[in-house]
């Protein structure tokens, strides 16, 4: 029989039934009894505070706030900033409504942002996501197909949903979900239904009860449905939609339908205001469906804007003031091998140039300075070295040394 000390003074089982047995002064533990009071404060911890993602009506941000955080990270782009601020902090207003004993149903405005490649779409949506009090995650549209094909099913943006919310249901219920290359899931072809389209239109099909609000069962592992595999039922009433997508060529769209409107009296004259250089700005929903997106799915993503294309003091400025800039990143990761790195201006002005040049927009900033500072990078570690200059110089040559080709863009 075993005696009192060897028994869990909680639970009763003796030393023998348990794996683990911990003794304090007069008194002992399990480890089925930890793992059971960790799960009990746990629970308390969440009530107590709301959960994990809870914010009070008094920290609520607001828009002008999250404008401010994003302009620290991505330079320009105003008028997409402006429509994200928004969005999320009616998002939170949303969330703090008491809809039983209010009669008037504030909805959901999902938002899409229209923009180049490399103008910061992405960007912007990792950013605010650090600013964010609720599960934010971002999945890419490319890889989703109609269930039953090869691909992943829709469910699994609410997976990934669920995974950033430790999954607890209740907060995934309240997140942000970024859809990028929404682009890449337009219908393929002018008539709908001829051929089976299970990565375009069978895509935007599956997106509407997401979109609209739907309890969905979502595997918690993703990848496919089984019979007897366990699903979590998420409703998505609650979770705001952030869609971005390049549209490359939905300017000859916008351009098609400007010229159709300018026509007759005054036509001159608006055309002369048209800015043909960044017609994006023009975009409006009809632009969209023109290039492939279904009129259901355009109308549950009722806020439309666009980012702009970046010129050259966009890309100057990019290198060099955001806090994570890219030239601040080398500094730093030269500065943890007690390495003093610089910069001569004329560089800069260097790399500019050449990220215009290769059309490569701000992930090319990234790509040339890498190039350049590539053999500095694998030698200076072993080397007592303390201080390094970049010259316009060595930038050129090292440049010229690489295969720019690799750069170039058609």
Do not use: W
Request: hydrophobic share 40%.
């Amino acid at each position: 029989m075993a005696k009192i000390n060897d028994k869990c003074s909680f639970c009763g089982r003796s030393k023998a039934e348990v794996g683990l047995m911990i003794t304090g002064e007069g008194v002992n533990i399990c480890d089925a009894c930890v793992r059971a009071a960790n799960d009990i404060v746990k629970e308390n911890s969440k009530s107590a505070k709301g959960g994990k993602f809870n914010i009070e009506k008094q920290d609520l941000p607001t828009p002008v706030d999250i404008k401010t955080y994003l302009d620290q990270y991505v330079i320009g782009q105003d008028e997409a900033k402006k429509y994200l601020s928004v969005a999320v902090y009616n998002h939170y207003k949303r969330l703090m409504q008491d809809k039983q004993n209010d009669e008037v149903e504030i909805e959901k405005s999902n938002i899409i942002l229209v923009g180049t490649t490399g103008t910061g779409k992405t960007l912007l949506a990792r950013t605010i996501a650090k600013r964010l009090h609720v599960p934010f995650t971002i999945v890419d549209a490319t890889v989703l197909t109609e269930a039953g094909y090869v691909g992943e099913d829709i469910e699994s943006i609410l997976t990934r949903l669920l995974q950033v919310a430790d999954y607890n249901v209740e907060e995934a219920e309240r997140g942000i979900v970024f859809i990028d290359e929404i682009d890449k899931i337009a219908r393929k072809g002018d008539n709908p239904s001829i051929t089976r389209d299970v990565s375009g239109e069978g895509v935007q099909q599956g997106l509407l009860k997401l979109l609209e609000g739907a309890v969905v069962n979502v595997p918690p592992q993703g990848g496919r449905k089984h019979p007897d595999q366990k699903m979590i039922p998420v409703n998505t009433q609650n979770i705001l939609f952030i869609c971005g997508g390049a549209f490359d060529g939905i300017d000859k769209k916008i351009a098609g339908r400007l010229n159709a409107r300018v026509m007759g009296y005054g036509a001159s004259k608006k055309a002369n205001q048209i800015d043909m250089q960044n017609l994006l700005q023009y975009i409006a929903p009809q632009d969209l469906k023109s290039f492939g997106l279904i009129p259901e799915i355009i109308g549950r993503l009722p806020i439309l804007t666009y980012l702009n294309p970046l010129d050259r003091d966009a890309l100057r400025k990019i290198l060099t003031e955001p806090k994570n800039s890219i030239i601040k990143q080398y500094i730093k990761l030269f500065d943890m091998d007690d390495v003093k790195l610089s910069f001569e201006e004329d560089v800069l002005e260097y790399i500019v140039d050449k990220a215009i040049e290769f059309k490569l927009g701000a992930r090319g900033l990234r790509s040339i300075v890498e190039t350049i500072i590539m053999d500095e990078m694998y030698e200076i570690p072993s080397k007592k070295v303390k201080e390094l200059v970049i010259t316009k110089k060595m930038a050129q040559i090292k440049l010229e040394k690489a295969n720019l080709s690799l750069f170039a863009t058609t």
